[in-house]
């Protein structure tokens, strides 16, 4: 590995002096998450990971880096490029270089990130836009991120009332603003401040800024979660309730890690616009405005739950409702989603794939309908039998 990752440093260094060495076309970028959990990763991963030419990776969890190493053993471990001297945008710049090089050469290239690849991941970023202004194909596939473990463990729906998110360091920098009617997610608030990578562990001493700035919009009693999502199967999360001053010292302080995370629930109701809900058919002009609510309870027996449960006496089923039944364009895209060389082949040339004897049993409207790839023509080719 540490040959190879030598190698291919200067490699990088070689062609950035010679142009001439990269591929004009052929060359292919595809970013997929591993998720949090060994077994989170998407259906096809395995099949998109084999398909690969090289294959880089940027992740912790011990057992997928097993699982992995096992399934492709010359894959290229992305953290070898940290270094403590180095800011660490200067180590993701290098990272982003090391994907790029070998689909400069033509090759196709498959880099895996933890959790999602979009979310705390830089290089990955970098590369494929970059990629993309050269000229060759670069995607990105979405995995399951922390964010996705936080609501699902502690149990709330970013979408009510709403949700804000902030990365500590940069909302300290930026002066952002807190809605305090809103759920609050703060990332990384282990190693605020801390720019350069450290394996022994952060400093994080920026915690006392940050704990001064929320004490600003809820005080110092307010409770908020510590939370670390699990980063192997069967094992629990970490979910630790604190109040915002005991973040400055003792045992809240010493909890919080690289991997931490805050949670802060809403603290204030926010008011309904009286002239919008009218103008959007909510409420009628004579009707009162309902009491502002710091939370959407969705766990209560109201008036309302019971009139609507009672309702059930008449309850048919609606003749617009019907069962997708199997179909031959059904068969199809369930190949499609399973098998990344047929994914590339498609995208290439629909028509001709669509014309291969495999899928001989579609109806000449639902080949045509596949070929357009736009979501309501295959909706349509999907009712085709």
């Known amino acids: 590995m540490a040959d190879r990752c030598e190698n291919l440093a200067r490699e990088i260094v070689h062609d950035l002096e010679n142009p001439s060495a990269r591929e004009e076309t052929g060359g292919e970028l595809t970013v997929i998450g591993s998720g949090i959990c060994y077994l989170d990763f998407l259906n096809d991963a395995e099949a998109e990971i084999r398909s ?222 009286p002239m919008r809900s009218v103008s959007l058919g909510i409420r009628r002009p004579d009707e009162p405005l309902p009491p502002p609510e710091r939370e959407f309870r969705t766990d209560r027996y109201g008036t309302f739950e019971h009139d609507t449960l009672k309702n059930l006496e008449r309850f048919k089923v609606s003749p617009d409702y019907f069962l997708p039944q199997p179909t031959p364009a059904a068969d199809f895209m369930i190949a499609l989603s399973r098998e990344p060389e047929l994914r590339r082949r498609y995208r290439s040339d629909a028509a001709a794939v669509l014309s291969e004897d495999r899928f001989s049993n579609l109806s000449e409207r639902a080949a045509k309908l596949l070929a357009i790839g736009h979501p309501s023509a295959v909706v349509a080719a999907l009712a085709e039998k």
């Not at 094992?235 to 991997?259: D, M, N, Q």
Request: aromatic share 10%; net charge negative; proline share 6%.
């Open 52 to 273: 690969a030419d090289v294959v880089f990776y940027c992740f912790y969890d011990r057992v997928s880096q097993i699982w992995l190493h096992d399934l492709v053993p010359e894959a290229i471990d992305l953290r070898v490029f940290y270094d403590a001297t180095l800011d660490r945008f200067a180590t993701y710049t290098r990272m982003a270089e090391a994907m790029l090089q070998p689909v400069r050469r033509g090759k196709r290239v498959v880099a895996i990130y933890y959790g999602h690849p979009g979310i705390f991941a830089s290089p990955a970023h970098r590369a494929i836009k970059i990629a993309r202004r050269e000229g060759y194909r670069a995607r990105m596939r979405p995995g399951i991120s922390a964010l996705d473990y936080l609501v699902a463990d502690l149990g709330f729906d970013p979408a009510l009332p709403g949700l804000q998110s902030f990365e500590a360091t940069d909302m300290l920098l930026r002066d952002r603003r807190i809605d305090p009617s809103l759920h609050i997610v703060l990332w990384q608030v282990g190693l605020i401040g801390d720019l350069k990578h450290s394996p022994q562990g952060f400093v994080n001493a920026g915690l006392p800024m940050l704990v001064d700035v929320l004490e600003e919009t809820y005080g110092s009693i307010w409770q908020v979660t510590h939370y670390i999502a699990p980063q192997y199967v069967g094992v629990e999360p970490l979910i630790e309730s604190f109040a915002i001053g005991e973040l400055r010292h003792g045992e809240a302080k010493s909890s919080l890690c690289s991997l931490s995370t805050l949670y802060i629930p809403p603290m204030q109701a926010c008011s309904t616009n």
